[in-house]
T-cell receptor
């Protein structure tokens, strides 16, 4: 069965380059989340979409980070002028509903490991 | 803001034995959910078990069970009959159930579990 997929799995960028990370959620899932996971740490929330609407972007660390989900399915996380501190695994998760019920489980993708040299 | 603390960066257990992973959290909310996720080296975050805060009965999923102490804000995971495939990083996570609250997960820093043959 199709789960959440992310591409690329690995990305190496030179400091100052722009990068784009893609997330394909499970088909029909309303909610989509982006998390950033530094080495040896737990994931930290970046942003949340309900369909195409970005309802929460409070976790984005700077204005160099931008996310979109224009048609309510695929999402792209863009990082402009990458810095070494942006090196991390970027995880995407989707859930079927937009609510807060217990059964609204988040399904995670395998992540994209970004290394900024 | 909610915080989740995992005070054991690393744990080890002998195959077939039992191990308990600790988690504490801080919140002013009364309605929330707690989760344990497993993250193997492949990075795919997998839900292990979940608990609704208003339920006093501890959740159980096969060899995995929790000890939920709401007053103490403690949520430990017990793995019985440990198997080699249980080796992974384990994350405790919190999600609010309060109307108007954030929908994302708040994670602890993780416990790396090693299973010894």
């Amino acid at each position: 069965g199709a789960g959440v997929s992310q591409s690329p799995r690995y990305k190496v960028a030179k400091r100052g380059q722009d990068v784009a990370l893609r997330c394909d959620p499970i088909s029909g899932h309303v909610s989509l989340f982006w998390y950033q996971q530094a080495l040896g740490q737990g994931p930290e929330f970046l942003t949340y979409f309900q369909n195409e609407a970005q309802l929460d972007k409070s976790g984005l660390p700077s204005d160099r980070f931008f996310a979109e989900r224009p048609e309510g399915s695929v999402s792209t996380l863009k990082i402009q002028r990458t810095q070494q501190e942006d090196s991390a695994v970027y995880l995407c998760a989707s859930s079927l509903l937009g609510g807060r019920t217990m059964g609204n489980e988040q399904f995670f993708g395998p992540g994209t490991r970004l290394t900024v040299l | 803001a909610q915080t989740v603390t995992q005070s054991q960066p690393e744990m080890s257990v002998q195959e077939a034995e039992t191990v308990t992973l600790s988690c504490t959290y801080d919140t002013s909310e009364s309605d929330y959910y707690l989760f344990w996720y497993k993250q193997p080296p492949s990075r795919q975050m997998i839900l292990v078990i979940r608990q609704e805060a208003y339920k006093q009965q501890n959740a159980t999923e096969n060899r995995f069970s929790v000890n939920f102490q709401k007053a103490a804000k403690s949520f430990s995971l017990k793995i019985s009959d440990s198997q080699l495939g249980d080796a992974a990083m384990y994350f405790c996570a919190y999600r609010s159930a309060t109307s108007g609250s954030a929908r994302q997960l708040t994670f602890g820093s993780g416990t790396q579990l090693t299973v010894l043959p």
